[in-house]
């Protein structure tokens, strides 16, 4: 898993918090996923941006804030969380958009709020 | 509407055997279908994937896929079952029209492989 790679792997915070996930690529990709996976649900699409360009918002809450500074970075910039919020949140990437190309995913960030 | 269905929320299997993990999608297209597998703790990893041509699909681990079009299914197997293979197994499908590269995953099936 060194090719996708988030920290912290585990966050704590209470609901006035403000606190961001990391996720670094280290395969050369230009497009790069946030989801968020929660028990027994498929996974959620969350944001998706393609050569630092966000072309996907899936009706995420504001409280949830994606930052791209370039294709191998990718923040989530987390404020005034819910309890329901609590969930793995995968980070993907892949060589682009295309229908064929393959999402490679990072071990994910364990978040839990209080 | 794109949809997968994965419609055994558990599977459970004795080493050796082999195993069949079902899945079933819908489309509005022609898909391209994809499997994952998460161990505990850990991320997606990617096994195989059905782009076109032959039907029968290898991919990593031993793990083979067989895409029916007839059927709308794309059921993935492994001839012979290794306990190491326990795991959380996700079918995904996007369609080929698709310009904005989206995944549609089920909801997962927790695979089993007793000794």
């Known amino acids: 898993e060194t090719g996708v790679t988030q920290t912290p792997r585990h966050l704590v915070m209470g609901m006035t918090n403000k606190k961001s996930l990391k996720c670094e690529q280290h395969?050369?990709?230009?497009?790069m996923y946030w989801y968020k996976q929660s028990a027994k649900k498929p996974l959620e699409l969350m944001f998706v941006y393609n050569f630092k360009e966000q072309t996907e918002n899936n009706s995420v809450p504001s409280r949830f804030s994606p930052e791209c500074p370039n294709s191998s970075h990718l923040f989530l910039h987390l404020h005034t969380l819910q309890p329901e919020d609590s969930a793995l949140y995968l980070c993907a990437s892949s060589q682009d958009i295309s229908g064929t190309d393959t999402q490679y995913f990072g071990p994910g960030t364990r978040l839990t709020v209080l | 509407a794109q949809s997968v269905a994965q419609p055994e929320d558990q599977v459970n299997v004795a080493e050796g055997n082999p195993l069949t993990v079902k899945c079933t999608y819908s489309?509005?297209?022609?898909?391209?279908l994809f499997w994952y597998v998460q161990y505990p703790n850990r991320g997606l990893q990617f096994l195989l994937k059905y782009i076109t041509g032959d039907n029968l699909v290898k991919g990593s681990y031993g793990f083979e896929a067989e895409f029916n079009k007839s059927q709308t299914s794309f059921h993935l197997k492994k001839p012979s079952a290794l306990v190491s293979d326990s795991a959380l197994y996700f079918c995904a499908v996007r369609d080929r029209g698709s310009t904005l590269g989206r995944l549609y995953f089920g909801r997962g099936t927790q695979l089993t492989v007793w000794p």
């Open positions: 489309v509005s297209g022609n898909p391209y």
């Open positions: 395969l050369g990709h230009n497009a």
